[in-house]
């Protein structure tokens, strides 16, 4: 079917009113997911502008397509690198409120990307939550590439569902690891969990809502397929609610089902085990490359609510060895090291991501976000901080980062633009030789639009001067992404490193999950953004 015409994002609620939305009563969200679709889309969205890229545009109302995305790596074997596109509210196959996510096969075009064409095997394929009765388990709320799982050459992806349930446990969540295809059938979840062209991840135990966050993890135990990283921020540890555990599943051949109970005990990967009750360890997990140089791949975890709710972030160092690690060893120094947020109520840690290698020294970086991080007095500015790899295992802090030891910080400058909401690499967009970073500033005013959001690109260097928001608005050290209005931010979510369109440089990808189109609200877009060899803003308005 045709694509229509897409243009600038609607964000209409804030993360507070999304999470509201998200605990309302099964049958009114039944309702509200149920809603017919018009037989002929809204043209409220225009296209991004001519060659800077190209838009994804949701399905139907309270679909939240874009809540997650990811560069999904080269999926089907043509070249060019895809993007996967999480809607935890998508009710495929007419399973209500099951989730879904959607394969973008990458393409040289900027036409607007419409998902029910997707849906329909045009351009990529779906992947339809299994949705049994009774249950909405927010599939595709977390989504990531996988890198090569099984090793045939073809990338895989990995989804969360995190509250699904498994028999006798309820909100267990799983994932599930999808095998690269060429072609564009829907992946049916209840097929993977047959083990047909993948295998599931189960969680352990009820409400330990595994799944909420997913990522490639690298290599991290050296055999040369690429492993798996899940958390479960509501998982308890030794009787503790909330402490939270994250997972490394190790990358395998077969598609037997993957127990994390198993895991516990060290089968086929091993336990990260937070510490202290409320802590929610693993509410954001990535892949960090090889941060201390000895060629395995790291982790990281952050946790949300640490001493009191500055944040902690934990590297864990590859290993080969399935014994569980222990956040006490790893503020011991013990393989690993902890990052220490700064002050009270920063929240440093909710955001985490690998940056590549930043300052082209030969180790892995990693950047952490703080979005609620107060900036010279300025209220909620946000802040995000690039830390360097480095071979010694002694905690770092970021109040020195932020003074230019050991990394730099970017700060943010607009009362409550909450800089840091979400971070991701960006490969190296200008071509220098150094990888880049991504910033967003969720609530940030581009030219005074409220709210309408903004993303920054921040080229990689080698010293350790802070970033100033305001430089880069100038186009000194990257440019600025600016969202188009109130109505349509620029999102909540983004990703970057993957080369869409083939071009040789990375694109950068933003999602907005509650953007309207005509009379669907919450629908969702994200934006796919080419890499350019230029510091000009990309305005979304024009």
Do not use: W
Not at 93 to 101: H, K, Q, S, V
Not at 102 to 116: H, N, P, Q
């Amino acid at each position: 079917m045709p694509s229509p015409a897409v243009s600038r994002l609607a964000y209409l609620t804030s993360a507070c009113a999304l999470a509201l939305l998200q605990g309302l009563p099964l049958l009114l969200l039944t309702a509200l997911t149920s809603l017919p679709a018009p037989s002929v889309r809204a043209q409220s969205l225009a296209p991004v502008a001519e060659n800077l890229g190209f838009t994804i545009v949701g399905i139907e109302s309270f679909d939240f397509a874009g809540y997650s995305i990811s560069n999904a790596g080269d999926v089907n074997g043509d070249g060019l690198d895809d993007i996967i596109v999480g809607a935890f509210g998508a009710n495929p196959l007419g399973r209500a409120y099951a989730g879904e996510a959607y394969v973008i096969f990458g393409k040289t075009d900027a036409i607007t990307v419409d998902l029910r064409d997707i849906r329909a095997g045009l351009g990529g394929f779906s992947v339809a939550g299994s949705g049994t009765v009774g249950s909405y388990d927010r599939t595709g709320e977390s989504v990531s590439g996988a890198g090569d799982v099984n090793g045939d050459g073809l990338a895989d992806l990995i989804v969360g569902a995190k509250l699904s349930d498994l028999a006798g446990l309820n909100n267990a969540g799983e994932s599930y690891i999808i095998f690269g295809k060429t072609d564009t059938t829907t992946v049916d979840i209840r097929n993977i969990e047959q083990g047909l062209g993948g295998f599931v991840i189960q969680g352990a135990d009820s409400d330990d809502r595994s799944g909420n966050a997913v990522s490639s993890a690298g290599d991290v135990n050296g055999d040369g397929l690429a492993d798996l990283l899940v958390g479960a921020y509501a998982a308890e540890a030794a009787s503790v609610g909330d402490t939270g555990l994250s997972y490394v599943v190790f990358g395998k051949t077969n598609t037997i089902p993957v127990d994390l109970k198993a895991v516990e005990q060290g089968q086929g990967g091993f336990v990260i085990v937070g510490q202290g009750g409320g802590t929610r360890s693993g509410t954001a997990v990535s892949h960090a490359g090889d941060i201390n140089g000895d060629g395995l791949d790291d982790v990281l975890v952050g946790t949300f609510d640490f001493d009191p709710t500055a944040g902690q972030t934990y590297v864990v160092l590859g290993k080969t060895d399935t014994n569980p690690v222990q956040f006490a060893e790893l503020r011991a120094g013990q393989g690993g090291f902890v990052v220490y947020g700064i002050s009270a109520k920063d929240y440093a840690g909710v955001a985490v991501s690998g940056a590549g290698d930043v300052n082209n020294d030969g180790l892995a970086d990693f950047i952490v976000g703080a979005p609620t991080a107060d900036v010279g007095g300025v209220f909620n500015a946000g802040e995000s901080y690039v830390i360097f790899g480095k071979t010694d295992t002694r905690a770092v802090q970021l109040a020195l980062v932020r003074a230019g030891s050991g990394g730099f910080g970017i700060f943010g400058q607009q009362e409550r633009a909450r800089c840091g909401y979400a971070v991701s690499e960006a490969g190296d967009i200008n071509q220098d030789g150094f990888d880049d970073v991504i910033m967003l500033c969720d609530r940030a005013d581009p030219e005074g639009r409220v709210d309408a959001g903004e993303g920054y690109v921040i080229f990689g260097k080698t010293n350790t001067a802070r970033v100033e928001i305001q430089a880069l608005r100038r186009g000194q050290g990257g440019y600025i992404v600016k969202g188009a209005s109130t109505d349509n931010p620029l999102g909540k979510s983004l990703g970057g490193g993957g080369d869409v369109n083939g071009d040789g440089r990375p694109d950068t990808l933003f999602g907005s999950p509650d953007a309207d189109q005509g009379p669907l609200g919450s629908v969702g877009v994200s934006y796919v953004l080419f890499g350019k060899n230029n510091t000009l803003p990309i305005d979304l308005q024009e």
